[in-house]
């Protein structure tokens, strides 16, 4: 028989984990502070500007976030929270009456600026890692007239709309914030690795150990706990979506292997794009 202090162990630690699951929901909607990392290299003397636009841009952005949710509490009551499908557009049309629509430009705009700039760090991404060998190389070239990465950019909506398929908001956001912490996890892990055994290797800036170690025991967390409070085939789908790329790395990245198979599919795909490789592949 479980003890009652057993059962009240396990129900606080579903609690702990139900909650965790909630926590994804408001991390993603803060989601964006890694992007401008991404971009390092675009930046004038990132040592400093980097920092300083971290620590402008995160809690400005945090404390407008939490007024305008206690704008809507303040508002709103608890059942129009509930019932409502668009809180910001209820609370327009509440607050602001025939100006309500204000609302929904507002949020279009937000969505857009949002995707903005998570179009152009996520095509950097892929732009710099297929100049460095990690991906195919017509993914390092840029339009010959427009200097923009459009085969990245392409690339990367492609992989956005597949991670569309389900359809549900609510699924996007768990599978997105699955995926995210995940790789997270990797990247932390890998600095903390570059850290302790490569040392010597220059450095733009620098961080104290102890945050990388905390942002990994939270990130691996916060990959687990959605898998534990609820597990779903779905979660195995997105983990076998990302190992795949394995499938295309190793053999045609690693080992180059149909070189020549590759060599015809990228001059294809520099004709039909216009585009040519930079400087920095020459």
């Known amino acids: 028989m479980p003890t009652a202090g057993g059962v009240k162990c396990v129900a606080a630690a579903g609690i702990v984990v139900t909650a965790t699951v909630n926590c994804l929901n408001g991390l993603w909607s803060y989601d964006g502070w890694n992007n401008l990392n991404y971009v390092t290299e675009e930046l004038k003397r990132p ?8 620590m402008i841009a995160i809690p400005m952005v945090t404390m407008l976030y939490l007024l305008v949710n206690v704008s809507y509490l303040a508002a709103m009551t608890p059942r129009e929270l509930m019932l409502s499908s668009a809180v910001a557009v209820t609370w327009g049309n509440k ?8 609302m929904s430009i507002a949020a279009a705009l937000s969505a857009f600026g949002s995707l903005n700039g998570t179009f152009f760090s996520g095509g950097r991404v892929c732009f710099v890692a297929a100049r460095e060998g990690h ?10 007239n427009r200097l923009t990465p459009s085969p990245a950019l392409i690339f990367t909506t492609a992989i956005s709309l597949l991670v569309l398929i389900p359809g549900d908001f609510q699924s996007i956001v768990n599978f997105f914030s699955f995926t995210a912490w995940f790789f997270y996890t990797i990247t932390l892990s890998g600095l903390l690795y570059l ?11 620098s961080v104290p150990i102890v945050i990388p170690i905390l ?27 990302i190992f795949s790329g394995v499938l295309v790395y190793v053999p045609f990245i690693h080992y180059k292997l149909c070189p020549g198979l590759l060599e015809k599919v990228t001059v294809f795909l520099q ?10 592949n020459l």
Request: aromatic share 10%.
């Open 195 to 205: 850290k302790i055994k490569k040392p010597e290797l220059p450095r733009t800036y």
């Open 215 to 241: 942002v990994i025991m939270a990130a691996i967390f916060l990959v687990l706990a959605p898998i534990i409070d609820k597990p779903a085939i779905e979660y195995l789908y997105v983990t076998l979506f």
């Open 47 to 54: 040592e400093v500007n980097l920092p300083r636009a971290v």
């Open 95 to 102: 607050v602001l009456g025939s100006w309500g629509w204000v």
């Open 135 to 144: 991906m195919p190389d017509i993914l390092a070239m840029a339009h010959v």
């Open 271 to 280: 004709l039909f794009l216009e585009v040519a490789p930079t400087d920095k």
